[in-house]
């Protein structure tokens, strides 16, 4: 099962708000259907208030979903509620993309909070 617990966090280091973009294009679940191995790139944007997400506890989380067997959808979904409710940021945005399978990519977005209108489709 993914493993929230693994997430660790730092102060923030600044009082002013700013806008930090974790990029993960190694990313690999299981379809639960098939089987197979699903490989994505996702991109985890937020503003944080208090604390931000420690690099090398990110890495370990997502690979805790390496062998799960999960939609997109619900990958997507548990990583915004899984950083969402640790961190509390001022707002947060989750961006999945998934290598194509059957001539079919998918692109899924989830979001925390009031995400500025000019991150809202980046």
Not at 38 to 47: H, N, P, Q, S, W
Not at 72 to 85: M, P, Q
Not at 106 to 121: D, F, H, Y
């Amino acid at each position: 099962m993914p493993n929230p617990q693994l997430l660790e966090f730092f102060d923030s280091p600044s009082d002013q708000p700013f806008v930090i973009e974790h990029v993960n294009e190694e990313f690999t679940s299981v379809c639960p259907k098939t089987g197979h191995p699903d490989f994505g790139t996702i991109t985890v944007r937020y503003e944080p208030r208090a604390v931000c997400v420690e690099l090398k506890a990110l890495k370990l989380y997502f690979q805790s979903f390496r062998n799960e067997g999960i939609f997109y959808e619900a990958v997507t979904n548990r990583i915004r509620d899984d950083l969402a409710s640790s961190m509390s940021p001022a707002w947060l945005q989750v961006i999945t993309e998934w290598r194509g399978r059957g001539g079919i990519r998918s692109r899924i977005v989830a979001c925390s909070g009031s995400v500025p209108t000019a991150w809202l489709r980046g």
